[in-house]
């Protein structure tokens, strides 16, 4: 009961942390910047701008219901973490608003610089949403319709959620410029790389498919020198019929070019395939910790 206390405490703890530093991002770089944002949180955003209304309530006032039909559709195991994520940004950013109001935060406010603050609110937008969809949860809104649409109706998650960014994200000329609105479109997109390289892990490395009459001897080698697991795939040439082998083995960045030396040393004609791979675990690399 206490280890699987402290398992789910694992979870819910970065969710908590990743809520905070996304509403963080919103109330320090976002609003006091007139920027936007996509999905539920750009509407309320938009209601501030245009009706004063608070960000904390009308976030938590536009998920409840989202979230109560998300319960009944997808049932409580799916939505457990996503009203951790709900809640906790409505709390940090009624916090946030409250600190400022105080004096005790002075937000970072811009007439000439926006690059600065576009820069900054995507990192910090990009790094509280990634941290909080990594481990399970989301902040609620459009994850949630989105995720109803495509089990109702099979539609794609992610176009779902890009209509909806585009509808909001239009919306908002009505209240900001259209130079605002652009600045708005970078901060999007670097958000959506830092989720990326947050969601994928920073543990990532390059795949090495080589293709050689000598891929034994390749293999040898990369495991002799490199201390790199290395695995055989039999193969046949399409063309010549022959049986042929492949060699498969992942290396971190900086090995990139001992295994190219490799294999030109040994077969200069080798057909070499390298991919992207991304939070790779194993020995060599990142190792799971029992729990």
Same mark, same amino acid.
């Given at each position: $009961?206490?280890?699987?206390?402290? &398992? ?32 539920? !949180? ?12 608070? %960000?904390?309530?009308? !976030? ?39 600190? *400022? &109001?105080?004096?005790?935060?002075? %937000? ?52 779902? $959620? ?29 958000? !959506?790389?830092? *989720? ?5 892990? #920073? ?21 002799? /020198? ?8 039999? #193969? ?28 030109? #040393? ?7 395939? *390298? ?12 190792? /799971?910790?029992?729990?």
């Amino acid at each position: $009961m206490v280890q699987r206390f402290w &398992k789910q405490l694992r979870v819910i703890l970065p969710i908590i942390c990743g809520a905070a530093i996304y509403a963080f991002g919103l109330l320090y770089f976002i609003i006091p910047n007139k920027l936007m944002e996509g999905g539920v !949180t750009g509407i309320t955003i938009l209601l501030n701008y245009g009706f004063g209304l608070a %960000p904390a309530l009308s !976030t938590l006032l536009l998920n409840i219901p989202l979230f109560l039909i998300g319960l009944k559709m997808l049932g409580w195991r799916r939505m457990i973490y996503t009203g951790v994520g709900i809640g906790s940004l409505s709390f940090f950013l009624w916090l946030f608003e409250w600190l *400022i &109001k105080q004096g005790w935060i002075a %937000p970072f406010q811009t007439e000439h610089d926006y690059i600065l603050a576009v820069l900054y609110a995507g990192v910090t937008l990009g790094l509280g949403l990634g941290i909080v969809f990594r481990f399970g949860g989301t902040t609620g809104g459009s994850d949630i319709i989105a995720t109803i649409l495509n089990r109702s109706f099979g539609w794609s998650i992610g176009q779902v $959620m890009l209509g909806l960014d585009i509808v909001i994200i239009g919306s908002s000329l009505f209240f900001i410029s259209k130079e605002l609105v652009l600045y708005t479109l970078v901060t999007v997109f670097i958000a !959506t790389k830092i *989720i990326d390289f947050i969601q994928e892990g #920073a543990y990532s490395g390059k795949a090495f498919t080589i293709i050689s009459d000598h891929a034994d001897i390749i293999a040898a080698q990369i495991m002799k /020198e490199m201390d790199r697991g290395v695995t055989l795939i039999p #193969a046949i040439g399409a063309y010549s019929g022959q049986a042929k082998q492949m060699a498969y083995c992942v290396v971190s960045r900086q090995e990139i070019r001992r295994v190219h030396m490799i294999v030109k #040393a040994i077969d200069t004609r080798a057909f070499v395939i *390298i991919n992207e791979v991304n939070d790779v675990h194993g020995e060599g690399f990142r190792e /799971e910790q029992p729990h």
